[in-house]
């Protein structure tokens, strides 16, 4: 018997106790491209479809054994970085980072869930623009979070260009600005930029409110990456595989907030 050996990418974010987003979002994601999914829990929520009650950042000491753990073992292609609640989690991710130096890794600057809850403590945006923004392959802010890194609104189409330009100058070699906090009539427009090449993804915007979707967007982006695409190809096939996924969404819980069909959405082997 031939036993395979999948390519693997790690995922540093929080834990999403529903199931929805997160972490738990991140390895269905990775398990539908067909690559093998690592984890460093880098914090614990409280978290179902209706927000986020609690939240608790484990021990630095444990992180750091869950990265070792995974570095010492596999051969890790793609790093996928999603929610860091405080600057000592970054600093020690970064320092990972610097030390290990993974070829790629695509940064979900999470800051404020889909609720509207604020999952970034405020003394970790300096952190977070000095330390990982320079080791970022790929930057994946929506609106939100890019006004909060420039310290500016962006309204427009020319703001979200302007926005791309100036992120690129705080170090990610690119910047994928998602677009659904923008009104830019029926479609959704993600934009693209590594400085060189830029590009424009448009879907028609559903009317639905969905849970889950930069995570899953980041690691989609991330398990492409693993299996050798280009990163503008890779952005828009993760693109559309969460189109596929809020297509065939479902509401789990109690709340009208959908949550993504990972493996529905899956393209075929």
Known sequence: MTVSTPVSVLTIAGSDSGGGAGIQADLKAFAAHRVHGLSAIAALTAQNT????????????????????????????????????????????ADVLEGRRPAQVVLDPVMVATSGAKLLQDDALRALRERLLPLATLLTPNTPEAELLLGRRIT????????????????????????GHLTEGERVIDRYSDGIASDAFSHVRLPVDAHGTGCTLASAIAAQLCRGLAMPDACAAAIDYVARGLRGGYLPGRSDVMVLDHFGAAAPA
């Open 50 to 93: 209706r927000g986020v009650s609690a939240v608790h950042v484990p021990p630095m000491a444990f992180l750091q054994a869950q990265l070792d753990a995974c570095f010492d073992d596999f051969d890790i292609h793609a790093v996928k970085l999603g929610m860091l609640a405080n600057a000592d989690v970054i600093e020690r991710v």
């Open 156 to 179: 427009d189409a020319a703001g979200a260009e302007r926005a791309i330009a100036d992120l690129l100058q705080l170090g990610p070699r690119a910047v994928l600005l998602k677009g």
